[in-house]
């Protein structure tokens, strides 16, 4: 849809879910790496033990022996399951799903869906939404601290020297995920349980926007302040 991602969609079961291990290795390591920022979204939402595994075990280079994406896959798709099995047509429940793609869907549209992919953008989306908590006193500071350490660990793609917070206001404005006009954000409360706000200031929003356009843009020759207006 012209005006953002999942604004049209229908709800059909599957008679069978494949997951093949083989076809990880036809991917490229940028596709790899988006994978994985939503594995970590899994741990974050819903399974504390399951972030832990992935704290002391994940490499930034990603070259992990089959155990390690048997059990990641394996996991993933059973805490969605879980979800979707409770919450079919995201009535309250599924909506924790979206943790990152609030301000994620904003970034891809910011960039009319041609330099970020999903899970880079979505990698982002989760960086600021735990700062987010943060900054509205949900989330203590050692584990956003832990948060960010492992998505950091997974990487960032270089933002784009125009982007900016008006692009990425836009972007939010056509967001699915609202309540009576206001933005839903789903905010880690800890690591393994994340709770849905719909009461957020778009004050808070911006400021954490714009402090990470300033901390991505501080070593950057392309960096000046019209990025930040």
């Given at each position: 849809?012209?005006?953002?991602?999942?604004?049209?969609?229908?709800?059909?079961?599957?008679?069978?879910?494949?997951?093949?291990?083989?076809?990880?290795?036809?991917?490229?390591?940028?596709?790899?790496?988006?994978?994985?920022?939503?594995?970590?979204?899994?741990?974050?939402?819903?399974?504390?033990?399951?972030?832990?595994?992935?704290?002391?075990?994940?490499?930034?280079?990603?070259?992990?022996?089959?155990?390690?994406?048997?059990?990641?896959?394996?996991?993933?798709?059973?805490?969605?399951?879980?979800?979707?099995?409770?919450?079919?047509?995201?009535?309250?429940?599924?909506?924790?799903?979206?943790?990152?793609?609030?301000?994620?869907?904003?970034?891809?549209?910011?960039?009319?869906?041609?330099?970020?992919?999903?899970?880079?953008?979505?990698?982002?989306?989760?960086?600021?939404?735990?700062?987010?908590?943060?900054l509205e006193g949900l989330l203590d500071?050692?584990?956003?601290?832990?948060?960010?350490?492992?998505?950091?660990?997974?990487?960032?793609?270089?933002?784009?020297?125009?982007?900016?917070?008006?692009?990425?206001?836009?972007?939010?404005?056509?967001?699915?995920?609202?309540?009576?006009?206001?933005?839903?954000?789903?905010?880690?409360?800890?690591?393994?349980?994340?709770?849905?706000?719909?009461?957020?200031?778009?004050?808070?929003?911006?400021?954490?926007?714009?402090?990470?356009?300033?901390?991505?843009?501080?070593?950057?020759?392309?960096?000046?302040?019209?990025?930040?207006?």
């Amino acid at each position: 849809h012209p005006r953002g991602k999942n604004m049209i969609g229908a709800f059909y079961q599957p008679r069978l879910v494949l997951a093949d291990l083989k076809t990880l290795e036809t991917l490229l390591f940028r596709e790899l790496r988006s994978g994985m920022a939503e594995v970590i979204k899994y741990g974050i939402i819903k399974d504390e033990v399951f972030f832990k595994e992935l704290y002391r075990t994940l490499v930034p280079s990603l070259e992990q022996d089959r155990a390690f994406y048997e059990h990641i896959v394996y996991r993933s798709c059973s805490i969605k399951g879980e979800i979707v099995s409770a919450d079919e047509k995201e009535g309250g429940l599924r909506a924790i799903l979206n943790f990152g793609h609030t301000l994620g869907h904003a970034l891809e549209s910011a960039a009319e869906y041609k330099y970020f992919n999903h899970g880079e953008a979505v990698n982002y989306g989760m960086l600021l939404a735990s700062r987010l908590a943060r900054l509205e006193g949900l989330l203590d500071l050692k584990s956003l601290l832990l948060i960010e350490d492992l998505l950091f660990r997974v990487g960032f793609k270089k933002l784009p020297a125009w982007l900016n917070l008006e692009l990425i206001r836009e972007g939010l404005k056509y967001d699915k995920k609202r309540k009576e006009g206001r933005l839903i954000f789903i905010l880690p409360e800890k690591i393994g349980r994340v709770g849905i706000y719909s009461d957020i200031s778009p004050a808070k929003v911006d400021k954490i926007i714009l402090d990470l356009l300033k901390e991505f843009y501080k070593f950057n020759e392309d960096f000046n302040e019209n990025n930040v207006n």
